[in-house]
């Protein structure tokens, strides 16, 4: 088993920043993928990025492009997610994923949800207008 906990999540002005970490203990896997998604009330999870854990591979949601960014540090088994020019829009629960495996350059395999096996608890993000 695989145990993810998210932490940075908050209050914030639009146009303002934050930024998210996710830390993976247990079962931790060399390859696979590390993923974030999000949460609005009445809504469905959606993806927001993903990085490859092996080889650093980015993905992003066209609403995020340009504004967030991915990261990773293999030592401290932790993701990031920097947000910067956040939008009330951005406003959610966001949650960390994560999956084991190979790690193939097909976006399809790290923007659906039902293919993460472990999941955190989620950080509210709320961005004020």
């Known amino acids: 088993q695989v145990q993810l906990v998210e932490s940075g999540g908050g209050l914030v002005q639009a146009g303002g920043s934050l930024t998210l970490s996710c830390a993976a203990s247990?079962?931790?896997?060399?390859?696979?993928?590390m993923g974030w998604f999000r949460q609005a009330p009445g809504k469905e999870r959606e993806f927001v990025a993903a990085?490859?854990?092996?080889?650093?591979?980015?993905y992003y949601a066209d609403s995020v492009k340009g504004r967030f960014t991915i990261s990773r540090d293999k030592a401290k088994n932790t993701v990031y997610l920097q947000m910067s020019s956040l939008k009330p829009e951005d406003t959610a629960v966001h949650y960390c994923?994560?999956?084991?495996?190979?790690?193939?350059?097909?976006?399809?395999?790290?923007?659906?949800?039902?293919?993460?096996?472990?999941w955190g608890q989620g950080t509210q993000v709320t961005v004020s207008s």
């Open positions: 247990g079962r931790t896997s060399s390859s696979g993928a």
């Open positions: 994923a994560a999956r084991a495996g190979p790690e193939y350059s097909i976006s399809y395999l790290y923007t659906r949800p039902p293919l993460y096996e472990y």
């Open positions: 990085i490859t854990w092996s080889g650093g591979i980015t």
